[in-house]
């Protein structure tokens, strides 16, 4: 393979992640809008009493009823995320404080799948379920409490897709690769724009390919559109979409020029 025909395999590959993870990015955002409700207070208090096997007391909640939440790592479940940087971006979800106990996890996942939640499999500290539209977690080390060295136990309950908005995002990063990669060779969409997506490109691919496998586990679902939300990500996303556009539609000629009075300036 020539030179001339390797470089041009590469810029067809880079426009094709590019374009797709745009395309992904947008759809999943619009498609997520279709989200299931998180369960009302009656219904988390109920959950709640589940794993408590009726102990009684007033639980405290706190609600995030949005479709994604951002925030610190104790609010938003920043170990879901794909580059686990301290700004996670999840799900909006529900969760409930339930003081400094150590629950039995293994009963606690008995009773819950007692009451049909699909349980994934126990750590040391956590179990996961699933139930319709919503993930559950049990976390004995959820928060930990101001002024002691115990964490206090908490029990999240977080949105999940429809099934329209998993199938739609990947759909839309597959048709946004073709249209990449097989767009006309006079339409050029530059470096400088690819390289500042370069997030995106990765986190809508890792988000709309673990999607459709977040389906079948009992974990949280991706986010494909986080690059554009997390905080140390979202500048560099944003320039890099300006970039782009501004790239698009700048005319070839202007941009001819321009490239060639750099290179007579560089000769100098």
């Known amino acids: 393979m020539s030179a001339s025909r390797a470089a041009l395999v590469v810029r067809r590959i880079a426009a094709a992640l590019t374009v797709g993870g745009l395309f992904a990015a947008l759809v999943s955002w619009l498609a997520w809008h279709s989200v299931t409700a998180l369960p ?18 007033d639980i405290a909640l706190r609600r995030y009823d949005v479709v994604a939440v951002t925030g610190s790592p104790r609010w938003a479940g920043s170990a879901d995320a794909v580059f686990g940087t301290p700004d996670g971006y999840g799900p909006g979800f529900v969760e409930a404080d339930l003081g400094l106990e150590n629950f039995d996890l293994a009963r606690a996942a008995r ?6 939640w699909r349980v994934g499999q126990p750590s040391d500290r956590a179990v996961p379920a699933a139930r319709g539209g919503w993930r559950l977690k049990l976390d004995n080390g959820g928060n930990q ?30 048709l946004g690769g073709v249209v990449g990669a097989f767009k006309p060779d006079r339409v050029s969409i530059g470096v400088a724009g690819p390289l500042l997506l370069i997030f995106n490109t990765v986190v ?33 996303s944003i320039a890099g979409l300006l970039v782009l556009a501004v790239h698009l539609v700048t005319p070839a000629r202007i941009r001819d020029a321009a490239g060639r009075r750099a290179r007579s300036l560089r000769g100098r």
């Open 40 to 57: 009302t207070d009656a219904e988390m208090r109920a959950i709640v009493e589940i794993v408590r096997s009726g102990a009684g007391g």
């Open 111 to 116: 009773l819950l799948a007692a009451d049909g």
């Open 145 to 174: 409490v101001y002024g002691t060295d115990s964490p206090a136990a908490t029990l999240r309950v977080e949105r999940t897709p429809t099934g329209l908005a998993v199938a739609l995002p990947l759909l839309a990063w597959l």
């Open 204 to 236: 809508a691919a890792v988000g709309v390919i673990r999607g459709p496998f977040a389906v079948f586990g009992t974990g949280s679902f991706p986010v494909p559109w986080a690059a554009f939300e997390l905080i140390l990500m979202r500048p560099i």
